[in-house]
């Protein structure tokens, strides 16, 4: 256990470090503000990046996340506007939908054994298409029970404020790690991760959990479209466009491997607070251009892997 | 026992390509895919199979599915080699805006064409090393490695063109990217050279079994003594350099370097070309001319959609729904109803 | 002995793989409280038939009954609901999880809805010390070495059988004590009215334990019958469907080392491992001996260059070489036939010929490429020297059995013409009339000058190639036989020393 | 200038870099900026709504002076900017509108897009007179305002004239390239472009790939198809120097210029500028010195 605990710590001093090393620069980015801003700001990506954390430990992917969450903002803007449904009742029936979706995907995944890298490829054409086809156009969202969202929030000392999305988040990161590490299904998720035909022999109903897995990702990034439609009252197309990337590179800077069977959903809320603070630094600088700003972030990526893997280099390795 | 004494023939014949009826060719799901997707376009605009002569060219809606298929066919070429080390190059769509910007910079600035081509191919090559070195040297996993340079190369790009879309009218590039020879435009001539230089070298060499062997078991090719590294190395160079033409062609055909939309998300359409071509993402058997196949059916598709007339707030669902046919089409699923059917090969 | 009861029933099973028929209508029964040793040669079917009565393949004719009841096995998760326990021929557990997990999965324990990782662990350690193991259960199963994972799927198997238990070859990777630990258990669990499917390669195993055997050959079955009406030969017949000329026991070589000096390696090291001089001769087998875990394994790396050394030197005919790598390994002359075939061995996608002829063609360089014909040749000719079974040299090598496979791996570094050979464990789950043809072969490499180091954890076939012998223990050199002092007797008496048991 | 602006700190959320006109607004926000002495805070989302929305929170944690903002949609704006009005910071919109309560904002600078679009339309239906044409027309990217807009206004102005239809419509993101690919499946599908009278393209990039395309298929953009787009980069100045482009209606990339005035006016006298200051949509033709237009703009960072 210690052996593979070490990326996740390796993770958080970085992050640790990465934080006071831009307090330094940016004393400003040492209040509780900047800190509930990570939450808010990146609750959508967290929670979309918990979904994948699953689909990654299990030796898949999931390319779909970005365009459901978009698809899912529009489901819901034309559900509330245009059929005047409650919110909450277009939330459920946002989520419900995305859980299909991710299901399907699955099930294709398993029973059709083409690559997961594939299937959610299709499914995110099919998603953002999907998105397109309901409405091009953006649609502003204008009901109570948004505003009283946007307007509830916790004041933490310094003027910062833990919103209601930040609170989801944490939520999800909270039990996703209970679901992982101690649940039946977690474990099945790592033994498809170490190895499939293992994990079949050994009884794992590679089925059930193949598709739960994707039906779970699905539904956690439906949610992060919920979240992302709270966040901005408006349901567009073109939302969260690539947040895909942004999720894997998150798992994966928190210690996940993409192979699959090693890595924590904690590392995920690291790897996720990571990226939240690079752009921070960016905007805190505010002085790079366009293409800097790009350079720098994948500078800054290439860093973390690079430092990561020299911490786990340092250890031992199997024999 | 007897030791055997290996003598080594120069070989006269194809080694590896195994003498397969042309039936069997022809009901390869890929082709089958194609054909319905041309069937499909004709069906949608009856023209499509006609081809003129004109100005000394080739000129036809088919003529238009090769030659805009071309880009992303050379990337296919060098993303098989990839796929097949079981690993994946989300970068190349980033390597060809930095080779059009370089290629464009430099020729705005005075220098001599040929020495602008050849230090885009430059860059490409050293964009390829550097994915290779961090998959080999630093061991990071090829998404994530490759993703650094997907993020930072448009930047990197974009820093040499400063922003802007650098416009020339330099004779050679122009040819690279709209000329034609023999009747076919350059991108096609370009990119069915490659394939055919690309096949050959890798079938009549032993590069491409021991490629396969480090796709198909890693730490075995390191026990057999193959050097596992410098293949790495090597395969990523040349997607690099393959994604570096991509990038020239592209920028010639628009007359300019458009460093933030070149190349944009053709990393996808790559992946899937090789996907549909049948090499599998896990790595081992690969087949190149498949991939270019496969660039193909991609672009029948998207030249359909194009003049199918359907608004474009459908071309992603369509897309995608060509896409799920294609994939059911070659799962072992209906692989198994296949071989049912009368007169399909064993 | 009363009257038979059957438990789990195979009638007139067909299982067809492509063209190819690996099991043609094939009987078969396990009686409650006996020990059915299943044989045959590599190739023969048995895995196929075990994977069909667990549930992990379906059959393509004939059924299955368990109690006299017809069933139907979709996986091997509704065998496991049956009582049908299972320890498949490739260990298959998960690398990436901790033993404890190992395990219990599928089955832990839990608490309002979690997992309660406190009781596993607490009843992994006790499962694991009833077979004499005491690790820690809380650590990645790769962690250990393999024959601490072939006793954890044999708990799990055990644990996990309330009808049938199923061993297919569990003891290749164990020492002697280790398999007498086992047979304790199965016989507890045969007492206990158990029915056990025991497939191994080990006849006085065999003999040893089981009560019924069932000879396949060819995915037919040859003979079902009760074990005390066999000897030794009559089995053997059955399997080969011929006799062989084969000495089980066979006595050991006389003489020293001959020839040169063809490779030194002198004080040899590695972080943990005591440093080691060494040298092989031309015409040599160095036969190496010792406990799990007691390093062999690491010295056959350190000298192919798997792992880098921290010290010392290495000489081949004389002249030094560096080496640092397996390719500058291969390069120097040396082969290697790792001991886990699954992961460092084959290359399952591709053909068996292509797997044979791989080390020669990196040898050869990527331009120097053999062409089809000779690699048909060469394939061709290694497979029948070393009586490679496969329908055809362009079918995937992961669709041969097991041992086979091993096969396929030795071929391909006597296509290199090597000069010095490490074998690392090269009889493991091979049968009977191969491992005589693998002992053959390495005396007639011996003979034909080559040199060799080959690590086995039996005894007598290592006595019966050996010019002389290293002992190990604790990763370290311990002691040298040679000549006319080369017994398995003495050879247990040196590893047993001071320490009895060396395991992580 | 006067000293009002000197050593303000503004935030600028811009988009991205996608197109050229949008590299040269970022530069001439510079620039601007750098003349008044103002300490400009520039942040690039990436074309990503989310990262605008965490560049103005970061302005604000940052406690900056006013923030400019260029809005990649319309809406989901309301919370951040409530956001930023508790905070005091006024923020300014650049070349777009959002949807929303005005008070969130203290001006909008921005043109009309579907003006736009309608002189677009309007010029073509003017030259083209009362013969019948057939156009076809190179959108944006679905669901982009812009798109929308201007085809909106497009489509208004010709509404009446029964002459004129739009025959065929496609994406082409905005991108030469796909503007070119585009257009070469239009000239295909249209009997070889015979049936084509014009091309509307929603921006210039794409049209300059579409005379491209028109010019591979053996026709004279410009005369055989009539050009006719959106924005007003040099490069279609090129083009009608060569007599390939027949009009573009400018989008100034100087729509920071009016912002700092007016946050200037705002902070000096108190005066709150007018909610909506539109830009000049004006129309652009090879009358108009169009060589003198491409030296004019070279150096902006197009
Ligand atoms: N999935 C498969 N596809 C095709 N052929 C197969 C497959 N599995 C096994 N075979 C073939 O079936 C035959 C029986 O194999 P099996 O593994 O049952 O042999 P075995 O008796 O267990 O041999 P060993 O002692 O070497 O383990 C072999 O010829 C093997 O090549
Ligand atoms: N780099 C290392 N660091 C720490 N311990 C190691 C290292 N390499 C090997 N070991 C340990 O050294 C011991 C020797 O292992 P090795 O696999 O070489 O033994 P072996 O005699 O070949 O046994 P087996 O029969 O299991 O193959 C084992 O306990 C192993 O866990
Ligand atoms: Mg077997
Ligand atoms: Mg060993």
Redesign the pocket.
């Known amino acids: 256990m210690t052996r593979s605990l070490r990326p996740l710590l390796a993770t958080t001093l970085i992050f640790l470090f990465a934080y006071a090393l831009a307090v330094s620069q940016q004393p400003a980015m040492l209040s509780t503000r900047v800190l509930g801003n990570f939450l808010t700001d990146n609750a959508f990506l967290g929670i979309a990046a918990v979904g994948m954390t699953f689909v990654i430990l299990s030796g898949g992917i999931d390319l779909s996340v970005g365009a459901v969450i978009g698809f899912t903002t529009v489901l819901v803007a034309v559900l509330i506007m245009w059929l005047e449904l409650h919110p909450l009742l277009a939330f459920a029936i946002a989520l419900i939908v995305a859980t299909a979706f991710g299901a399907i995907m699955g099930a294709a995944i398993h029973y059709l054994k083409v690559p997961s890298f594939i299937v959610t490829l299709a499914g995110m054409f099919l998603a953002r298409g999907g998105a397109s086809v309901l409405s091009p156009d953006s649609i502003g969202i204008e009901h109570p029970f948004f505003t009283a969202v946007q307007k509830s929030y916790i004041l933490l000392p310094g003027g910062g404020r833990l919103t209601v999305v930040g609170i989801i988040m944490l939520i999800v990161f909270a039990c996703a790690i209970l679901l992982a590490h101690r649940t039946r299904f977690g474990s099945n998720v790592y033994a498809l991760g170490g190895s499939e035909t293992s994990a079949a022999l050994m009884g794992v109903p590679v089925a059930r959990t193949t598709i739960s897995i994707y039906a779970l990702s699905g539904f956690l990034a439906g949610l992060a479209g919920v979240v992302f439609s709270l966040y901005t009252s408006a349901g567009y197309s073109l939302n969260a466009l690539g947040v895909e990337l942004d999720a894997i590179a998150a798992v994966v800077i928190g210690g996940t491997l993409l192979t699959g069977g090693y890595g924590f959903v904690a590392g995920t809320f690291i790897g996720v607070m990571l990226q939240g603070l690079v752009q921070t630094y960016i905007v805190f600088d505010g002085t790079l251009s366009s293409w800097w700003t790009k350079i720098v972030v994948g500078v800054l990526l290439f860093m973390f892997i690079l430092l990561q893997r020299l911490v786990f280099r340092a250890g031992p390795r199997r024999t | 026992m007897t030791r055997p004494t290996v003598d080594l023939r120069p070989t006269t014949q194809p080694p590896l390509p195994r003498q397969r009826p042309i039936t069997s060719f022809l009901t390869k799901p890929q082709v089958i895919a194609l054909v319905a997707v041309l069937l499909v376009n004709w069906a949608l605009f009856p023209g499509f199979f006609t081809i003129t002569w004109q100005d000394g060219r080739f000129f036809g809606s088919l003529i238009d599915v090769l030659n805009r298929g071309a880009p992303v066919a050379i990337l296919a070429i060098g993303m098989t080699m990839v796929i097949a080390t079981k690993g994946v190059d989300l970068s190349v769509g980033a390597v060809m805006a930095i080779s059009g910007a370089t290629a464009a910079t430099l020729v705005t600035n005075g220098i001599p064409a040929p020495t602008a081509v050849l230090a885009a191919l430059a860059t490409g090559l050293l964009c390829g090393l550097w994915n290779g070195i961090l998959v080999t040297v630093l061991e990071i996993q090829p998404i994530i490695a490759t993703l650094v340079l997907m993020v930072a190369g448009r930047g990197l790009a974009q820093l040499i063109t400063e922003g802007t879309i650098v416009t020339f009218s330099d004779p050679l590039l122009i040819f690279i990217g709209t000329g034609s020879f023999l009747g076919l435009p350059m991108p096609v001539v370009i990119a069915l050279v490659l394939m055919v230089l690309a096949t050959l070298i890798v079938r009549r060499t032993a590069l491409g079994l021991l490629i396969e062997a480090v796709g198909v078991n890693r730490s075995a090719a390191r026990f057999a003594g193959l050097k596992a590294g410098t293949l790495l190395l090597i395969v990523y160079t040349f997607a690099g350099f393959c994604a570096a033409i991509s990038g020239l062609i592209v920028a010639g055909d628009i007359r300019g370097a458009d460093a933030n939309n070149a190349g944009l998300w053709l990393e996808l359409d790559a992946i899937l070309a090789v996907v549909i071509g049948g090499t599998s993402l896990m790595g081992g058997r690969f087949s190149i001319p498949m991939a270019v196949l496969g660039a193909m059916i991609i672009q029948a598709m998207n030249t359909g959609i194009l003049i199918s007339g359907f608004s474009p707030e459908f071309n992603l669902v369509v897309k995608s729904a060509v896409i799920i046919v294609i994939l059911v089409l070659q799962s072992p699923l209906s692989a198994r109803l296949f071989r049912r059917l009368p007169g399909a090969p064993k | 002995m009363t009257e038979p009861k059957p438990v789990l029933e195979a009638r007139g099973i067909v299982k067809i793989?492509?063209q190819?028929r690996?099991l043609d209508t094939v009987d078969f029964t396990a009686n409650a409280g006996e020990v059915h040793a299943l044989l045959?040669?590599?190739?023969?079917?048995?895995?196929?038939?075990i994977k069909i009565l667990t549930g992990a393949y379906q059959p393509d004719g004939g059924e299955l009954l368990l109690d006299g009841q017809p069933i139907t096995l979709r996986d091997p998760l509704h065998g496991q609901t049956y009582g049908i326990g299972t320890v498949y021929?490739e260990v298959n557990l998960l690398p990436n999880r901790s033993v404890a997990e190992n395990l219990f999965l599928g089955r832990q324990p839990t608490r309002f809805g979690m997992v309660d990782r406190k009781r596993i662990d607490a009843a992994a350690k006790d499962l694991l010390s009833r077979y004499g193991l005491d690790i820690d259960v809380r650590a990645e199963l790769s962690e250990y070495s393999v024959a601490v994972q072939q006793i954890v799927a044999i708990a799990r198997a055990v644990e996990l059988s309330g009808k049938v238990l199923v061993l297919?070859?569990p003891t290749a990777s164990l020492d002697r004590n280790e398999v007498q630990r086992l047979f304790d258990v199965v016989r507890g669990l045969k007492a206990k009215g158990l029915a056990i499917i025991f497939?191994t390669?080990f006849l006085d195993q065999v003999f040893d334990l089981a009560d019924r055997v069932t000879i396949?050959r060819n995915?037919r079955k040859v003979a079902s019958q009760p074990l005390n009406t066999l000897n030794t030969t009559d089995v053997v017949r059955m399997m080969l469907g011929k006799d062989v000329a084969f000495d089980h026991h066979p006595t050991a070589l006389s003489g020293g080392p001959k020839g040169q000096v063809r490779v030194a390696f002198q004080n040899l090291s590695r972080k943990g491992l005591t440093p080691f001089d060494l040298s092989v001769h031309e015409g040599e087998v160095v036969g190496v001996a010792g406990l799990l875990g007691s390093g062999r394994t690491e010295v056959a790396r350190l000298m192919f260059g798997v792992d880098g050394s921290d010290t010392g030197q290495i000489t081949v005919d004389g002249q030094p070489v560096t080496i640092r790598n397996p390719a500058q390994a291969v390069a120097a002359g040396f082969g290697f036939c790792p001991e886990d075939r699954k992961l460092d061995g084959i290359f399952g996608d591709l053909s068996v010929r292509e797997n044979i002829i791989i080390a020669l063609q990196a040898k050869l360089g990527w331009f120097k490429a053999l062409n089809r014909e000779d690699q048909v040749e060469l394939a061709g000719r290694y497979a029948e020297a070393l009586d490679i079974?496969?329908?055809d040299h362009d079918m995937p090598v992961k669709?041969?059995?097991?041992?086979?496979q091993q096969k396929v791996i030795l071929a391909r570094w006597l296509a290199i013409d090597p000069t010095f050979l490490i074998l690392d464990e090269p009889t493991r789950?091979i049968?009977v009339g191969a491992h005589a043809e693998i002992v053959r072969t390495i005396n007639r490499l011996r003979e034909e000058g080559l040199a060799l180091f080959v690590i086995s954890s039996e005894l007598d076939e290592v006595v019966a190639y050996s010019n002389r012998i290293v002992v190990m223990r604790d990763r370290e050199m311990v002691a040298e036989l040679d000549g006319d002092t080369i017994a398995p007797d003495a050879i247990v008496q040196a590893i047993a020393g001071t320490a009895k048991e060396a395991r992580p | 200038y006067a000293e009002g602006l000197q050593g303000k700190v503004i935030g600028f959320s811009q988009i991205g870099s996608e197109s050229g006109w949008r590299a040269a607004e970022t530069s001439v926000t510079k620039a601007e900026a750098e003349a008044r002495g103002i300490d400009l805070k520039f942040a690039d989302a990436q074309q990503k709504q989310e990262n605008q929305i965490k560049a103005i929170r970061g302005f604000i944690a940052q406690g900056v002076d006013a923030i400019l903002v260029a809005p990649v949609v319309a809406t989901g704006w309301e919370e951040v900017l409530t956001e930023a009005k508790e905070a005091n910071i006024p923020v300014v919109l650049l070349d777009r509108g959002i949807e929303g309560p005005e008070d969130l904002y203290l001006t909008s600078v921005a043109s009309d897009q579907v003006k736009e679009g309608r002189v677009a339309g309007e010029f073509l239906a003017t030259t083209v007179g009362d013969k019948p044409c057939n156009i076809v027309e190179l959108q944006g990217t679905v669901g982009s305002s812009p798109a929308i807009n201007r085809k909106q206004g497009f489509e208004e102005a010709i509404a009446g004239k029964a002459n004129l239809t739009i025959t065929r419509s496609q994406t082409g993101d905005f991108t030469r390239s796909k503007g070119k690919e585009v257009m070469e499946g239009f000239i295909k599908a249209e009997d070889g472009g015979k049936n084509i009278c014009a091309v509307y393209a929603h921006n210039d990039d794409m049209a300059v790939g579409a005379i491209q395309a028109i010019k591979d298929a053996g026709l004279k953009p410009g005369s055989d198809i009539l050009v006719v787009s959106i924005d007003a980069v040099p490069d279609i100045f090129a083009a009608m120097v060569a007599g390939e482009a027949n009009a573009t209606v400018e989008l100034t990339p100087n729509m920071a210029g009016p912002a700092f005035d007016a946050l200037q006016a705002y902070w000096d006298a108190g005066t709150a500028p007018e909610k909506f200051i539109i830009t000049e949509s004006k129309l652009y033709t090879p009358a108009d010195d169009p060589q003198g237009e491409y030296d004019r703009r070279k150096g902006l960072g197009y």
């Open positions: 793989f492509g190819h690996a045959g040669e590599n190739g023969a079917g048995k895995s196929t038939l021929q297919d070859e497939i390669h396949l995915g079974r496969a329908a669709l041969l059995s097991g041992g086979n789950g049968d």
